[in-house]
């Protein structure tokens, strides 16, 4: 699927706060992300300078094509970050959020709030659009308040020149409770010329194939069921590409695209390239039948993708890397499904620097 010039895949990660920082990120790429989107970025405080909302903006070069996401209500503060952005080089795709249910952003007219907004949000595209030569995407919700708004937005931020509208099926209120409606974004597909992007409840390749399947959406992004388990877009482009999805074609272009990407940033860490062979893991390929075999080896390569995590965390400049807060609670969500850990991972929530948390995550991995 393409997003203006760029080709961003048909598996992508999503933006999620205080998950997807860029050590992260760039080990979604490796392991077969398409195409990755930072956490959301203040539109206020890219035109304000606020030092917390530009350490957010780090990004890899490696991390080609990177969106940005921002969010807000201020046309005009959009703007003026949209153009920071373009003439700093941060980003090479602009993503606008309309959809976060977060109660702090949504009380401030910002995120899902914007889902009783059709207008507000074609000008807020249409403002960014005027201000940077940058492709523009949105990423929406059903809806807000009991009203599914969903086909109204994205009509309206297509007419706008949005270039791809991604649509996550639950109501602002639902926050991630109950289940994604799928046929939400069916109903967008069928009504936009643009490209429509699912995601919603997305944990596995059965997962992203029925979704492909039933919505009849150009990509699909993945949030949550990645936290913890970069190696998912592994298993999505060897489990669903090239297995009669709509556009064949372009689904095994993705699956050569991802192996030719992961294999050359693998290759920059021959240390690491040696522990994935260890864990099962064929580099070439991303994840092997093996690791999906046994939740023994799925574990083992968890553990070997949390140390490229440590590696590439400890790389980004002191002034732009997350905290150690930060870094816990990434660590703990790699421990998801390790056998006998409950009471380890209640002993991460204490640790007080990195090297009490390594020791932990060592003894986790040994008890495994």
């Known amino acids: 699927m393409k997003i203006g010039e760029f080709d961003a895949g048909r598996f992508m990660l999503a933006p999620m706060a205080r998950v997807t920082d860029a050590a992260f990120r760039l080990l979604c790429r490796e392991s077969g992300a398409g195409f990755t989107v930072s956490e959301m970025v203040s539109a206020s405080g890219i035109a304000q300078g606020n030092k917390r909302t530009l350490a957010l903006m780090f990004r890899f070069e490696r991390e080609n094509p990177f969106s940005m996401q921002l969010y807000g209500n201020s046309p005009e503060k959009f703007a003026v970050a949209a153009a920071a952005i373009e003439k700093g080089g941060l980003a090479e795709i602009i993503d606008l959020n309309f959809g976060c249910p977060m109660k702090k952003v949504v009380g401030r007219g910002g995120g899902g709030s914007m889902m009783r907004d059709p207008a507000g949000q074609a000008a807020i595209v249409m403002a960014v659009k005027k201000a940077c030569s940058l492709p523009v995407t949105a990423k929406i919700r059903s809806g807000i308040g009991g009203r599914v708004t969903a086909t109204e937005c994205a009509l309206a931020l297509q007419d706008a020149g949005c270039d791809a509208v991604a649509v996550h099926p639950r109501l602002v209120e639902q926050g991630y409770s109950g289940s994604a409606d799928w046929s939400v974004i069916a109903r967008v597909r069928e009504n936009l010329s643009i490209p429509v992007i699912g995601n919603g409840d997305v944990r596995s390749a059965s997962d992203a194939e029925a979704m492909i399947r039933t919505t009849g959406c150009d990509a699909v992004m993945i949030g949550r069921g990645a936290r913890g ?3 998912i877009f592994g298993e999505l482009a060897e489990g669903t590409c090239g297995r009669g999805l709509p556009d064949s074609e372009i689904a095994g272009a ?10 050359e940033n693998l290759a920059e860490t021959s240390a690491f390239i040696s522990n994935l ?27 070997q993708y949390f140390y490229r995590y440590v590696d590439i965390f400890m790389s980004i400049p002191q002034a732009f890397r997350p905290g150690f807060n930060h870094f816990r609670a990434q660590a703990q969500r790699f421990t998801l499904g390790a056998r006998c850990a409950a009471g380890l991972r209640k002993r991460l929530v204490f640790a007080k620097d990195m090297q009490s948390l390594m020791d932990i995550m060592a003894e986790i991995e040994d008890g495994n």
């Open 229 to 231: 388990n970069p190696g």
């Open 277 to 303: 062979r260890a864990a099962g893991i064929t580099v070439a390929n991303g994840v092997t039948e093996s690791i999906a075999a046994a939740t023994a080896q799925k574990y083992a390569a968890r553990m």
């Open 254 to 263: 993705n699956r050569q695209g991802a192996d030719e990407t992961c294999t």
